[in-house]
């Protein structure tokens, strides 16, 4: 510190005895030198100055600094050391974080950053001067520039994004800084990237094309992937922003095979268990899930989502999941997400569902993976997001799966399996579903419910589910003993509104369910007593909704085959018990409460606390279908409860009724003719736009004509009057416009007989060409005829030879004198060759 005040002494220059000068005066005497000091080192002192008394008095030298300092970065481009230190005054200046010398200033306020950030970025040049100092290679400049524009995306993000996407290879400057040698750089880099990235999609997109993906990957095996640092989950949560809630990016990430590199990463060591997940290890993992769960979450596009779900079942990345799941040693957060990712990888997808359907846990006796986790969802002991994650593994397991629903309607039935004491799904949900805990209720009710979502047939199959009663009492079926458990008064209310949603969706489209409902005994009376209590309590006002829901639902999915319990009977005794207005307000208390609007948001299932965990989501989209209709329904009806229908109305109401029909009729024809009217205008419109077109182009020709006989005519006339002198006028006479007319004339004739003649020569000399290359051939097909004839010759004349020689030897001796014999050197009468000629 004596340093520092020594070297801002010698900037500053000594002070008189007894008169210490403020912060304010310090920083303006710095501001001046900067401003007005003609010498380099200098200016350079004074910003050494600031920077240092940047982070004590940051109010000061960000109001009265922040133009000298932009001054510097515009004009001292050269000096790397005065750059770097205007650039980590301003970053001082503009940071969010609090530094420990201004702890104790009470004039900093929390958001200080964020003011100057504004100011700084009023001139949008300010933004482009220093993006323009990524391309220093300084270390020095360079990473005091990324963390500035690092703390200005922080403060301002979206001003920020919209500023780098319009200055000139913004993007692709720090995608190119990934490539450094330097790890700090690059991994400041990543940090910005990460900044930047969040919640536009225009930047996720050129982010992911300047090949990030590749440059990321490569980054996160360099540093020892899941097993790394903190640069691998920096890389990951950037993975993460550019994929989520971006189908473009997800179907480039699919594409590129990068979901196969992301299977290997899954891939535990096998002396993970004896060495133990690190915090850095968890948190990796947790990003790594995150990335799957981006790729493949409901809220994405279905086509994506598919495709996602299908590469990863080929790559074997479902199976590395599985087998987090079946490894020893997990913690427990990995754990849960872990199940999370599975569901969203199954849900909908029938072969990855049966693929995690044929997981066998390793215990003893071996049991499929999907009882193991029914049997943690059901324990009360376990964590609550891992059931929660358990439950929501479940219902996506069966999400859109009828061979998955009938395999848990089946253990519920009677069989003659040999193997009574194995353990079931069916079991297990049963024994939650009675047991004394009131979330293992909640979630038994819940699991039982998706499996008949959609499944009439297994609805009706479910009647036939019989339990045994102590005391050797007949048994009872489960919709007798779901009921006889909800008017007990000791079931909890969370454990009332699990079996409300299980008998509503049971109900729904079920005639033969809403019949053994009413066959119950007391269930009609409890549901009216309900609905004619008072209570006050918010969670009774949702129970009493529910309970007018499933009263809706007899007499909607009721097929009238009971006597006394029929649509009209129920009706009135609405009508007379609750009242039609009553009973509409009641049923409407669902969508008023909070969890309503909290379960319809998603379909997994998210709660800080178990009192959360009221409402599903299949039941809320149930209850959004039918709401109306219900309420509609029992508005139908008189005190007498007979169903209000047009033949039931008096004459009045009835022609009434018949006259805003013949309007409605009317009001259809003249919008049925609007319409018609509409398309015949449309296509006239595309027909005029047509002609437009090219009345355009036309228009565009003619005046390139123009322009081009204007320039040809401006250089006649130009030629004109070199010949007449520099006497004449400025205004040219009739006769010189006429000759140089003519003479343009003679030009356009001229160039059109020489464009003929070339013409003419062209096709000449194809003709000629033509004429060589038959030329051409003839003659290499004569030199084909003269060698065949040679070789003939050549055959012709061995074969000569060869009979001479035999004639020589077999002709018989005439006379004792031997024939006469040419000597050597003379010629024989008679030539070789002339008996072949």
Same mark, same amino acid.
């Given at each position: 510190?004596?340093?520092?005040?020594? %070297?801002?002494?010698?900037v =500053?220059?000594?002070?008189?005895?007894?008169q210490?000068?403020?912060?304010?005066?310090t920083?303006e005497?710095l501001? /001046?030198?900067v401003?007005?000091?003609?010498l !380099?080192?200098d200016r350079?002192?004074a910003?050494?100055a600031?920077?240092a008394l940047?982070?004590?008095?940051?109010?000061e030298?960000?109001?009265?600094?922040?133009p000298? =300092?932009v001054?510097v !970065?515009?004009?001292? %481009?050269?000096?790397?050391e005065?750059?770097s230190?205007?650039l980590d005054?301003?970053?001082?200046v503009?940071?969010?974080e609090?530094? /420990?010398?201004?702890?104790?200033?009470? @004039?900093?306020?929390?958001?200080?950053?964020e003011q100057?950030?504004e100011?700084?970025?009023k001139?949008p040049? +300010?933004v @482009?001067?220093?993006m323009g100092y990524?391309?220093e290679?300084d270390?020095?400049?360079?990473r005091?520039?990324i963390q500035?524009?690092?703390?200005?995306?922080s403060?301002? @993000?979206?001003?920020l994004? /919209?500023?780098i996407?319009?200055?000139p290879?913004?993007?692709?400057k720090?995608?190119d800084?990934?490539?450094?040698s330097?790890e700090?750089i690059r991994?400041d880099? =990543?940090?910005?990237?990460i900044e930047?990235?969040k919640g536009?999609s225009?930047?996720?997109?050129?982010?992911?094309f300047?090949?990030?993906f590749d440059?990321?990957?490569?980054?996160?095996?360099?540093e020892g992937?899941?097993?790394?640092g903190?640069?691998?989950e920096?890389?990951l949560?950037?993975?993460?922003?550019?994929?989520?809630?971006n189908?473009s990016?997800?179907?480039?990430f699919?594409e590129?095979?990068?979901i196969?590199?992301?299977?290997?990463m899954?891939?535990?060591s096998?002396?993970?268990?004896e060495?133990?997940?690190?915090?850095q290890?968890?948190?990796?993992?947790h990003?790594?899930?995150q990335?799957?769960?981006?790729?493949v979450?409901?809220?994405?596009q279905?086509?994506?989502?598919a495709a996602c779900?299908r590469?990863?079942?080929?790559?074997?990345?479902? +199976?590395?999941l599985?087998?987090i799941?079946?490894?020893s040693g997990v913690p427990?957060?990995i754990?849960t997400?872990t199940?999370?990712?599975?569901?969203?990888?199954v849900?909908?997808?029938r072969?990855?569902q049966?693929?995690w359907?044929?997981?066998?846990?390793p215990?003893?006796?071996?049991?499929?993976v999907?009882?193991?986790?029914?049997?943690?969802?059901?324990?009360?002991?376990?964590l609550l997001?891992l059931?929660?994650?358990v439950?929501?593994c479940?219902?996506?397991?069966?999400y859109r799966?009828?061979?998955?629903q009938?395999?848990v309607v089946?253990t519920l039935l009677p069989s003659?399996?040999s193997d009574?004491s194995?353990?079931?799904t069916?079991q297990?949900?049963?024994t939650?579903?009675?047991?004394?805990d009131a979330?293992a209720?909640?979630?038994?009710?819940?699991?039982?419910?998706?499996?008949?979502?959609e499944?009439v047939a297994l609805k009706?199959?479910l009647?036939r589910v019989l339990l045994?009663?102590p005391g050797g009492?007949?048994?009872?079926t489960l !919709?007798?003993?779901?009921t006889? !458990?909800?008017?007990q008064?000791?079931?909890?209310l969370?454990?009332k509104v699990?079996?409300?949603?299980l008998?509503?969706?049971?109900l729904? +489209?079920?005639p033969?369910?809403?019949?053994a409902?009413?066959?119950?005994?007391?269930?009609m009376?409890?549901?009216?007593a309900?609905?004619?209590?008072?209570? +006050?309590d918010?969670?009774?006002?949702l129970?009493q909704g529910?309970c007018?829901?499933l009263m809706?639902?007899?007499i909607?999915?009721?097929?009238?085959?009971?006597?006394g319990q029929?649509?009209e009977?129920i009706s009135?005794?609405?009508i007379k018990r609750i009242g039609?207005?009553?009973?509409?307000?009641?049923?409407?208390?669902?969508?008023?409460h909070?969890?309503?609007?909290?379960a319809?948001?998603?379909a997994?299932i998210?709660a800080?606390s178990?009192?959360?965990l009221? =409402?599903d989501?299949?039941?809320?989209?149930?209850?959004? $279908?039918l709401e109306?209709?219900?309420?509609k329904?029992?508005?139908?009806f008189?005190?007498?409860g007979?169903?209000?229908?047009?033949?039931?109305?008096?004459?009045?109401a009835?022609a009434?009724?018949?006259?805003y029909?013949g309007?409605i009729r009317?009001?259809?024809a003249q919008?049925?003719?609007?319409?018609?009217s509409?398309k015949?205008?449309?296509q006239e419109?595309?027909?005029l736009k047509?002609k437009?077109g090219?009345e355009?182009s036309l228009?565009?020709?003619?005046?390139?004509q123009?322009?081009?006989l204007?320039a040809?005519? $401006?250089?006649?006339?130009?030629?004109v009057q070199s010949?007449q %002198?520099? #006497?004449s @006028?400025?205004?040219?006479?009739?006769?010189?416009?006429?000759?140089a007319?003519y003479?343009?004339?003679?030009?356009?004739?001229e160039?059109?007989?020489?464009t003929?003649?070339?013409?003419?020569?062209r096709?000449?000399?194809?003709?000629?060409?033509q004429r060589?290359d038959a030329?051409q051939?003839s003659?290499?097909?004569?030199?084909?005829?003269? #060698?065949?004839?040679? #070789?003939l010759l050549a055959d012709q004349e061995?074969k000569?030879?060869r009979?001479e020689?035999?004639d020589?030897?077999?002709?018989?001796?005439?006379?004792?004198v031997?024939p006469?014999?040419?000597?050597?050197? #003379?010629e024989?009468?008679i030539?070789s %060759?002339?008996a072949?000629?």
């Open positions: 510190m004596e340093f520092l005040k020594s %070297g801002i002494k010698t =500053l220059g000594s002070t008189e005895p007894g210490q000068p403020s912060a304010a005066e920083v005497k501001v /001046d030198r401003y007005s000091s003609t !380099l080192e350079r002192d910003c050494r600031l920077k940047s982070r004590k008095y940051r109010i030298v960000g109001a009265q600094g922040m000298p =300092l001054q !970065l515009q004009n001292d %481009g050269q000096d790397a005065i750059i230190y205007a005054t301003l970053c001082n503009v940071t969010s609090e530094f /420990d010398e201004e702890a104790d200033n009470p @004039t900093v306020s929390v958001n200080v950053g100057f950030t100011m700084f970025i001139t040049e +300010h @482009t001067v220093v990524l391309d290679y270390f020095r400049v360079r005091a520039a500035l524009i690092t703390s200005l995306i403060n301002k @993000t979206r001003e994004q /919209d500023l996407l319009v200055s290879m913004g993007v692709s720090l995608m800084l990934l490539t450094d330097r700090v991994n880099v =990543l940090l910005l990237l930047l990235t536009n225009n930047i996720q997109k050129i982010v992911a300047e090949n990030a440059r990321l990957f490569e980054i996160v095996r360099e992937c899941s097993d790394g903190i640069v691998v920096d890389c949560i950037l993975l993460l922003n550019l994929l989520k809630n189908s990016n997800q179907q480039f699919k590129g095979s990068y196969q590199r992301l299977a290997p899954f891939e535990l096998q002396d993970a268990e060495v133990g997940w690190s915090p290890k968890v948190s990796n993992f990003c790594l899930l990335v799957v769960r981006a790729l979450t409901p809220s994405n279905q086509q994506v989502v779900q590469v990863m079942q080929k790559s074997r990345l479902l +199976h590395a599985c087998e799941l079946m490894s427990p957060d754990l997400e199940i999370n990712a599975v569901a969203e990888v849900r909908g997808d072969d990855n049966d693929e359907g044929r997981v066998m846990a215990s003893n006796p071996p049991r499929p999907i009882v193991v986790l029914l049997m943690s969802m059901i324990n009360e002991k376990q997001a059931r929660c994650a439950l929501y479940f219902e996506c397991f069966l799966n009828p061979d998955g009938r395999a089946q003659s399996a009574v194995a353990l079931s069916g297990l949900l049963c939650g579903l009675f047991s004394t979330l209720n909640w979630f038994s009710a819940v699991a039982l419910m998706h499996s008949l979502v499944n009706e199959e009647l045994a009663t009492q007949r048994p009872i !919709l007798e003993q779901c006889n !458990l909800m008017q008064e000791r079931y909890r969370q454990s699990g079996l409300l949603m008998l509503s969706l049971w729904a +489209h079920c033969g369910a809403v019949k409902l009413l066959e119950t005994q007391g269930t009376a409890y549901l009216t309900q609905l004619c209590s008072n209570e +006050h918010e969670r009774e006002f129970v529910m007018a829901f809706g639902l007899c909607q999915f009721n097929d009238n085959s009971l006597p029929k649509r009977d009135q005794l609405i039609q207005e009553s009973f509409c307000s009641k049923l409407a208390e669902v969508s008023r909070e969890a309503y609007s909290r319809c948001k998603q997994q998210r800080k178990a009192g959360e009221l =409402l989501f299949e039941y809320c989209k149930l209850y959004k $279908g109306a209709l219900i309420a329904l029992v508005s139908g008189d005190v007498d007979i169903e209000l229908t047009e033949l039931t109305l008096s004459s009045e009835s009434l009724v018949s006259q029909k309007i009317g009001m259809d919008i049925q003719a609007l319409q018609q509409s015949e205008l449309e419109n595309a027909e047509e437009l090219e355009q228009k565009a020709q003619l005046l390139d123009n322009t081009l204007k040809q005519l $401006g250089a006649s006339t130009g030629q010949a %002198g520099a #006497e @006028t400025p205004t040219a006479t009739e006769e010189e416009l006429n000759a007319r003479q343009a004339n003679m030009y356009f004739a160039n059109i007989r020489l003929k003649e070339l013409e003419t020569l096709q000449q000399l194809s003709a000629e060409k060589a030329a051939e003659l290499a097909a004569t030199q084909k005829d003269q #060698e065949d004839l040679l #070789e061995a000569l030879t009979y020689e035999v020589t030897s077999n002709a018989p001796p005439t006379s004792n031997a006469s014999v040419p000597a050597a050197g #003379e024989s009468p030539p %060759g002339s072949s000629r």
